[in-house]
């Protein structure tokens, strides 16, 4: 079983649309639960983290973990195809990039 | 540079040639990753160097991987005998620290494909 496992999509939404992405995982231990945007071509950047259990908000972006059912979430509202891309999650033991355990990514299209 | 630089972002090699891949990370920053990400698969952790700290190596999948960096400057991936599994997109981040809260950037990657 893998630690951390993602629906690859692809996931095709109207601009405008909510859009939840998910992963579970198996490891009761993670602490940290990220989400990454990766562009085609470039390298992933960091858009969310939260610590433990609860949910986070940044904008248009909801962050939610439960531990309990070992499941974390990624709410975009209001979508844009600026946010076509690829989104990955991400969970550790500790915050240090050692020990990061990465999903396979969804495949996200918002088309206009 | 403002970001985190990876040279080259592509290259072609034959099954058996030896591959070095370079990462400048951004100045200041004292940790340095390196990660594989390969086609429908997560990133994979390869290496870890934190300041002058000797390097966390718990993810070279084989002997045929090294990595050095000297200091806080560039790092560079030494593939040896490349096999075609080894094909791949190899990421470089750093940061100022250990720790999300410190920020994490990621280069763009240079796409290693073995024939």
């Known amino acids: 079983q893998k630690e951390v496992e993602q629906d690859p999509g692809p996931l095709s939404v109207p601009e405008g649309a909510i859009v939840s992405l998910n992963c579970t995982y198996s490891?009761?231990?993670?602490?940290?639960f990220m989400w990454y945007r990766q562009y085609s071509r470039k390298g992933p950047e960091l858009l969310m983290y939260?610590?433990?259990?609860g949910n986070k908000e940044d904008g248009r972006f909801t962050a939610q973990v439960d531990k309990s059912s070992k499941y974390i979430s990624l709410f975009i509202r209001d979508s844009q195809p600026s946010d076509s891309a690829t989104y990955l999650c991400a969970m550790s033991l500790s915050n240090t990039g050692n020990q990061f355990y990465f999903g396979t990514g969804t495949s996200l299209t918002v088309i206009p | 540079g403002a970001g985190v630089s990876q040279s080259p972002s592509n290259k072609v090699t034959e099954k058996g040639k030896d591959v070095e891949l370079r990462c400048d990370p951004i100045s200041g920053h004292t940790a340095l990753y390196w990660y594989r990400q390969r086609l429908g698969q997560g990133l994979e952790f390869l290496i870890y160097f934190q300041g002058n700290s000797a390097p966390d190596k718990s993810g070279l999948p084989s002997d045929r991987f090294s990595a050095e960096r000297t200091g806080e400057s560039v790092s560079t991936l030494t593939i040896q005998r490349t096999q075609q599994e080894d094909s791949a997109v190899y990421l470089c981040?750093?940061?100022?620290?250990?720790?999300?809260?410190?920020?994490?950037?990621f280069g763009s990657g240079t796409r290693l494909t073995v024939v």
């Open positions: 490891n009761s231990a993670f602490q940290y």
């Open positions: 981040a750093s940061s100022f620290s250990q720790g999300l809260g410190y920020g994490y950037t």
């Open positions: 939260t610590y433990s259990s």
